[in-house]
């Protein structure tokens, strides 16, 4: 005798205690096993690309703030680096230190919670998350420091930055980095070979080199894969030629790997703050530009690593004190595109583990 | 009124061997004195645990309401007792009402076998044990109950992640239990607590002691087998749809189950209430807490398992060992009738050390993906 069974569909989210924010997973459901999985996002849609049409090129920045809300500088990088482009504007040495000084330690900050989260949702109650954050608000200390915020900095300015470093800057991140790596060796002590993880994490959730390359991921997630694509060193930007750093790459992109990759570029990232600090030149810290900026006719695209991925900003002018076009391409959105692949045929709880290790920003998927 | 003034003037000496008599007020008494008792670890446990969790995570815990926030259990309860009782509109009402209930009942029925200290029990039943774990596991279908009354497909996945989980689960605990009672060679409780006078049942089963405390852990929905109420996946699990105080009465009966499983292991690895210097009842104490110090302790460290791990694991590892674990105590038994020699202690030490690190050599969880046509 076979039970007569039929699947059930669970709507997970958006409210719901792992989906980081306001996503939601229509799950087709035979018991425990995943068989289908309908992403539906848009309800933390803000409509930030429309908006900044409105704006001058300078009241843009508040807004690229609001697309990761975890990586503000990153995305204030990217977005200077593209008007910078587009009315060519020079940028002081010092600036260029500054800004890869703060884009790093906005990775160490947005990479921690990125981990702190993914364990929680492995389900280590929140013990590596508090801890997580206990380091990044040492991060965010220092940030506050030079930008007079602690979550949405606006501080990059095109043409450098507001304001310059404050005195007291570089020795507290002189103190900080030492203290970090030891917070580093802490985690690694507790979680690298835990054995659960390993059982939960290891080859679940696979996303493989051609499918990640075909969907457009990037960042984490597509070095987990094992693709050596890194914008710093693809792509380069800002200074970042001057650095001596590795790019980790993972495996077979399951979710362990991606938890090892961030892990790794959090110490990647030390290194290259340790090397920026002590070059950092004396000078100005913006080229003087009007408060309104009026770009010639055109259009230009820059990106960056953001902690997320690769984040680009496609500006069009036409000549007037707005853009007359700017999208975002959000790698979080890129990335969770192969969320269904990834997940179909595991558990439920291995969905969230997946959901988890993607390490998306709602803000910038729905912008 | 002679035999009442009579223990108000024994009482210091109530706790007596052959205590309680044959007296009935006697009985409400050391009912009442096992309901305080139980309900105040319960807030204890509640307490320690926030308290415990909060330092081990880097923050402080509550600190706020009375002395070191000792009486936040009970701000809470005055709280939830104040909070609108919801029933969903579909679910299945009666059910849904009587499911806390019977989650709660079990769980302080359990009490009445636990000797407090020589002699000191409610009822010295001949099964004890028999009893504890027979009525320990009836709470299971008040969870299911709950689960499937609440029409929440969050509270089914709950119950059902549950009800496996704790049939499982059961089969460990009790061979290593029988494995303490061919040891003993009774099943009351207060014999084996007796049977302890040299060493403790530690010494002579720390395979048995292991087994029963990761199966006890996942039995009573501790981390990192907590996935019944995953937090983090099915919301609450089977009480996510509860309210008020019927949401507290699973919460005290969760709690309640930790008290009993760490009672459980107290009594039958570490002495009960055997100890020098201090009286029997605050040894027992001692030792509960002891006991449900490390499962918080496992709970801060440890990530969760998945469903298919959790049963493999009892299916693989734990219900072998058990069975090896059975085998061996009955053979040392039957070569020393007399009792165990010391040095059987750190045999028995290496035998279970190179079993668990074989096994779990031997067994390899699988990666649980199932392909979908």
């Known amino acids: 005798m076979t039970l007569h069974t039929e699947p059930f569909v669970l709507n997970m989210g958006p409210v719901h205690p792992s989906t980081h924010g306001v996503f939601r997973m229509r799950l087709t459901l035979d018991g425990e096993v995943v068989k289908d999985l309908e992403p539906v996002y848009g309800y933390l849609h803000r409509g930030i690309e429309k908006l900044a049409e409105e704006r001058t090129y300078l009241g843009v920045i508040p807004l690229t703030d609001r697309l990761d809300y975890l990586g503000s500088m990153s995305n204030n990088f990217g977005y200077c680096l593209a008007v ?36 929680n949702d492995a389900g280590a109650y929140f013990t590596p998350f508090l801890y997580m954050f206990r380091e990044r608000e040492r991060i965010v200390d220092l940030l506050e420091m030079v930008s007079g915020q602690r979550l949405l900095y606006n501080y990059m300015r095109p043409g450098g930055v507001s304001q310059d470093l404050p005195a007291e800057f570089i020795p507290a991140m002189q103190k900080l980095l030492p203290q970090m790596a030891a917070y580093m060796e802490e985690y690694e002590n507790l979680l690298k070979e835990n054995e659960i993880l390993y059982a939960r994490a290891k080859g679940v959730g696979i996303l493989t080199r051609e499918t990640a390359i075909s969907i457009g991921a990037s960042g984490p ?43 790794e570029e959090m110490k990647q990232s030390l290194r290259i703050l340790e090397q920026a600090y002590k070059q950092i030149p004396a000078g100005p810290y913006r080229t003087e530009t009007p408060l309104v900026i009026r770009p010639p006719v055109g259009e230009a695209y820059a990106h960056v690593e953001a902690p997320t991925g690769d984040l680009g900003f496609y500006l069009v002018s036409d000549g007037g004190i707005a853009p007359y076009r700017c999208h975002v391409r959000a790698p979080s959105l890129m990335n969770l595109t192969a969320l269904r692949d990834m997940v179909v045929g595991w558990k439920i709880q291995d969905t969230i583990l997946t959901f988890g290790s993607i390490a998306i920003t709602m803000g910038e998927v729905d912008r | 009124m002679v035999g009442l003034q009579n223990a108000v003037n024994n009482w210091p000496l109530a706790v007596a061997p052959d205590w ?14 096992i309901i305080v008792f139980f309900l105040f670890s319960v ?76 002699g000191a029990v409610l009822a010295d039943l001949n099964i004890g044990i028999l009893f504890m774990v027979a009525i320990g596991s009836l709470s299971t279908v008040g969870v299911f109950m709950a689960g499937w009354s609440s029409n929440n497909k969050y509270s089914m996945l709950g119950a059902m992640r549950m009800v496996a989980a704790v049939i499982s689960y059961e089969m460990p605990i009790i061979l290593s239990v029988a494995a303490i009672i061919v040891l003993t060679g009774s099943m009351s409780l207060n014999d ?74 107290a009594t039958l690895f570490l002495g009960g209430w055997q100890g020098p210097f201090l009286p029997p009842a605050i040894w027992l104490i001692g030792k509960i807490f002891f006991v449900f110090f490390i499962m918080i302790w496992t709970r ?10 959790l049963m493999a694991l009892a299916w693989k590892f734990l219900f072998p060992l058990a069975l090896i674990n059975l085998f061996a105590t009955g053979i040392e038994v039957l070569a020393f009738p007399d009792g165990i020699p010391w040095y059987f202690i750190p045999v028995n030490f290496a035998i279970g050390i190179v079993l668990v690190l074989l096994w779990s050599r031997l067994y390899k969880v699988g990666w649980g993906r199932v392909e979908i046509e």
């Not at chain 2, 309680?20 to 004195?33: A, D, E, Q, R, S």
């Not at chain 2, 104040?82 to 499911?99: C, G, M, Q, R, S």
């Not at chain 2, 801060?300 to 791990?309: A, E, F, S, Y």
């Open chain 2, 43 to 118: 807030i204890m446990f509640i307490y320690m645990e926030r308290r415990v969790l909060g330092k081990m995570q880097a923050r402080i815990g509550p600190n706020r309401v009375g002395p070191f926030g000792l009486l936040q259990a009970i701000a809470d309860a005055v709280k939830v007792l104040t909070k609108e009782n919801i029933t969903p509109t579909n679910a299945d009402k009666i059910v849904f009402w009587l499911a806390p209930a019977v989650v709660f009942a079990p769980v302080l029925m359990v009490f009445a076998v636990v000797p407090f200290a020589n």
């Open chain 1, 221 to 263: 997630v597509l070095r987990a894969s094992g693709v050596k694509w890194d914008i710093r060193r693809a792509d380069p930007y800002s200074i970042y030629n001057r650095f001596d750093f590795e790019i980790p790459t993972g495996i077979q992109g399951d979710c362990y790997d991606r938890y090892r990759v961030r892990v």
């Open chain 2, 20 to 33: 309680p008599g044959n007296v009935w007020w006697h009985w409400v008494v050391f009912t009442l004195i």
């Open chain 2, 300 to 309: 801060t460290t440890l990530p969760r398992v998945r469903i298919d791990q």
């Open chain 1, 84 to 119: 910078e482009k587009l009315a060519c504007i020079p940028v002081p040495e010092r600036a260029e230190y500054i800004r890869v000084i703060v884009a790093e330690l906005q990775r160490l900050a947005a990479h921690l919670i990125s981990v702190g989260s993914f364990l």
């Open chain 2, 192 to 265: 084996i607590v007796l049977g302890q006078q040299n060493y403790p049942y530690l010494l002579l089963q720390p395979l048995g002691f292991f087994l029963v405390f990761v199966a006890g852990c996942a039995e009573i929905n501790r981390s990192p087998f907590d996935l019944m109420e995953a937090d983090s996946e099915i919301v609450a699990g089977f009480h996510t749809e509860y309210s008020g105080m019927k949401f507290a009465m699973f919460y005290l009966g969760e709690y309640g189950e930790a008290v009993v499983m760490s009672t459980i292991i």
